[in-house]
């Protein structure tokens, strides 16, 4: 909190006493004319009032929002007596737009002004977001002018008020079923046998059988007593290993927001069908959450998720953390470019730990700058040839890998995943 | 630093120089004319470096070259009171582009605010040219108050300068 003399009143009193002075030194009326008149309005600033302090305070935001949503954020602005114009820097996160405004004006680059402030007013702020992520307002900087703008005083006030922004949300009708399930009520069918609906087998009866799972039909026709065995419904561990990584000095953002986008919509058409959800980011660190469920559940890996913040990861213990993190049952989905080396060693080791290993690969080739010299043509064509080494390598050891073109629908990878997978159990027999 | 930051200055500095083209009668001395641009020079640097004593420096700049051509006894042309509201909209908007480096402001107020201001200034000086004609300014007494003015003015100069600093 600080109330200062604004430039102007400095300048006027600064050329005013100037003036009076070499005036009368000089016995010339001219400056003592210009000066006085450069006091009278220093004098009438003054006196018109010195500023107040306003406090700004941000009491109403959304706890989470999706992208392109408007939401409403309201600031309350308080002061002792009555303040004038006043301005309000929101100190707001970049790709946030306060929209439209009720109690006050929208100047540029998030910047409101209100004419007047007597003792509190309300101020309804409709925001737009561009971007997924973490976006926040706050702490406000407000800045008040004295009625003749003499005298400013600027205040900081307020705690930063954040929330998440969730992408556009993507149905996704076409998903990739795991494999092996736990032991949760779900809507897989298991492949145990236990209580359930999907018919698996007949076996003789046994002591301590219900006598409802008696197959009547087959006893009747054969010696002794015959049960119906069954498959138990069950739900599956799906966890999404997200590859954020940026080399720095590359401008390959747009991978990173593929990757998140894509994962947001997996989390929740997964979360639809009741598995149990776990995700592991790989950006500047790694983070993980184990598999769970529920809406609490949700939000923390979606805030994981959108928090991540692009960057180069430290392998060293990669490895042993993402391998603990996907344990049997889960299915582990890796949403990756595939552009760092490691990431297929990191695959490989998960999937060698016995974990259901799937690649999307999100197609980095239109994101890179076209090859103009033969010397980098021929380059860029070896990188292709060896990117297609790493891919036959991962299909070999049974982890599929789906490229996704930007330009597809996300469910075409997770088609080709599944025919990949059908296919390969044919093979298996 | 924005652009409106740029055009506020620009402005400024543009208005400072018509009125040191306007103001430089062909009887004034070398040295009117000299002031007229050391002032200039010194609010160009001041804006480009940011330091708001140049806001200062130019009131006091042209106020002494006020002086410097009565007591060369050149005519002052244009009329004081247009010398003025152009001293007066320098001011301004050179505090404009000092204060869009810190803060937000609305545009449309400010900029009412310096023409206002400007204005009244220029009937103030009108009115004290009409009250102060004839009348002789060259006893002892003036020159005494002058004297004791002046050291007030050098030092409220200094206090200002010293609480004056880099913006932005």
Redesign the interface.
């Known amino acids: 909190m600080k109330v200062t003399p604004?430039?102007?009143l400095?300048?006027?009193?600064?050329?005013g006493?100037?003036?009076?002075?070499?005036?009368?030194?000089?016995?010339?009326?001219?400056?003592v004319?210009?000066?006085?008149?450069?006091l009278?309005?220093a004098v009438v600033g003054i006196a018109g009032g010195r500023s107040q302090v306003v406090t700004a305070e941000v009491i109403e935001w959304p706890q989470s929002m999706i992208e392109g949503e408007k939401r409403t954020v309201r600031i309350r602005l308080t002061t002792e007596g009555r303040a004038g114009?006043t301005?309000?820097?929101l100190s707001a996160s970049e790709g946030l737009v306060v929209d439209s405004a009720q109690g006050c004006?929208v100047?540029?680059?998030n910047?409101?002004?209100v004419p007047s402030v007597d003792g509190t007013r309300d101020l309804l702020l409709a925001v737009d977001t561009s971007g997924w992520g973490r976006h926040h307002v706050g702490p406000i900087?407000t800045?008040t002018e004295s009625p003749?703008?003499m005298f400013?005083s600027?205040n900081r006030s307020g705690e930063r008020r954040s929330w998440v922004v969730i992408p556009e949300e993507t149905a996704l009708r076409r998903l990739l079923a795991p494999i092996e399930t736990n032991l949760h009520a779900g809507d897989l069918v298991s492949k145990s046998r236990g209580p359930g609906s999907e018919f698996a087998d007949l076996r003789g009866f046994r002591q301590g059988d219900d006598p409802r799972n008696i197959n009547w039909r087959v006893s009747s026709r054969a010696e002794g007593l015959w049960v119906n065995e069954r498959h138990p419904e069950r739900n599956g561990d799906v966890l999404l290993l997200v590859d954020a990584q940026l080399e720095s000095g590359t401008e390959l953002r747009a991978l990173v927001d593929r990757s998140v986008r894509l994962a947001a919509a997996l989390l929740q058409s997964h979360a639809r069908h009741r598995h149990r959800l776990g995700l592991v980011t790989l950006d500047g660190l790694c983070r993980w959450v184990g598999p769970g469920t529920g809406e609490l559940h949700r939000r923390r890996l979606l805030e994981q998720l959108l928090g991540v913040v692009p960057g180069e990861v430290v392998w060293d213990a990669v490895e042993r953390t993402v391998v603990r993190a996907a344990k049997r049952p889960s299915m582990v989905i890796a949403l990756t470019p595939l552009l760092d080396p490691n990431m297929g060693g990191l695959l490989n080791a998960v999937r060698r730990s016995g974990v259901d290993v799937s690649v999307i690969e999100i197609d980095a080739s239109g994101e890179l700058p076209e090859a103009q010299r033969e010397d980098r043509a021929l380059g860029r064509r070896i990188w292709r040839l060896d990117r297609d080494r790493l891919r036959d390598r991962l299909s070999a050891v049974g982890i599929p890998n789906a490229l996704w073109d930007p330009a597809d629908s996300p469910e075409v990878p997770l088609h080709q995943l599944e025919l990949w997978r059908m296919s390969w159990r044919r093979q298996l027999g | 630093m924005a652009t409106p930051t740029r055009l506020t200055a620009l402005l400024s500095v543009l208005l400072a120089m018509g009125l040191n083209f306007w103001s430089s009668p062909q009887a004034a001395s070398g040295l009117v004319v000299l002031v007229g641009w050391v002032t200039i020079g010194l609010l160009a640097l001041g804006l480009a470096i940011g330091h708001q004593g140049a806001v200062a420096a130019v009131a006091v700049g042209f106020i002494l070259r006020l002086g410097l051509i009565g007591a060369v006894g050149a005519p002052i042309v244009p009329d004081l009171w247009v010398q003025t509201a152009l001293l007066i909209l320098v001011i301004e908007t050179a505090s404009i582009s000092f204060t869009l480096r810190v803060r937000p402001i609305d545009p449309l107020v400010v900029m009412l605010r310096a023409v206002t201001s400007a204005l009244l200034a220029g009937v103030a000086v009108e009115m004290m040219q009409l009250l102060v004609s004839g009348t002789d300014t060259s006893g002892l007494l003036v020159r005494v108050a002058g004297v004791a003015a002046l050291v007030v003015a050098g030092g409220w100069v200094i206090r200002t300068w010293r609480r004056s600093g880099l913006v932005g």
């Open positions: 604004s430039i102007r400095r300048a006027y009193i600064t050329g006493l100037v003036g009076l002075a070499i005036g009368l030194a000089a016995g010339s009326p001219a400056p004319m210009v000066g006085t008149a450069l009278v309005i114009r301005y309000l820097d004006r100047l540029s680059d910047r409101l002004t900087v800045y003749l703008g400013d600027r």
